[in-house]
C-alpha cells in the first residue's frame, strides 16, 4: 500500500486565501478586544498572533464561509479566556496604574473614565460588552462566539449595561434632558 502524501487542493487554498483576507482586515479590531480584555498589550499581541496562526491552520476545517468574522473572534476569546485563566487573571483590571502623563480634557478623562469602568466589569460581562457595543456584532452572533445561548448574552449585556451606567452616573447628570449636545 503506498501513501500518498497530502497536498491541499485549489478550493482549500482559496479558502485559505479568504480567510487571511478577512482576517487581515479585522486585525486592529482583534488586537483592540485583546487588550481589553487583558489589559497588557504584550500579552495581547501573543494573543491576536497565536489566534492568526490558529484560524489560518483551522482554515480548511471551516464549514460556513458567510461569517468568518464571527469564527475569528471566537478563536481569540478562547485564546484570551485561557491566557486569563492561566495567568489567574479573570479578575478586575486597574487601568490607574502607571496613567500619570494622561491628557486632562473633559473628552480625554471621560474616556479614560469609561475604560476604567469597561475594566471593572468581570471579564464575561466585559467580552459581551465589547462583542455587542464595540464590534458591532448581535447578540445571537456574540452568543455564538462565547459558547453562550443568546438569552445569558442579553442578560449579560443587560447586567453591564446597568454597572456602566453606575460606574459612570456623574456623567448622566451632565446629559441635558432634552438630548442636547453639553
Known sequence: MKIVPFRSSPENAVERQHVAEVLVAILDSLYSTSVRMTGNAQAAEDLVQEASRKVVQSARMLRERRNIRAWIFKVLLNSIRDYL???KLWREVDLDAGDSDFTVSPVATAMHDVRKALARLAPPLRAVVLLIDIEEFTISEAA?????????AASRLARAHREL?????????KVPREGGVL
Not at 144 to 152: C, E, S, V
Not at 165 to 173: F, H, I, K
Open 85 to 87: 485563566r492561566r495567568q
Open 144 to 152: 455564538g462566539i462565547l459558547k453562550i445561548p443568546p438569552g445569558t
Open 165 to 173: 451606567r453606575e460606574q459612570l452616573g456623574a456623567y448622566r447628570a
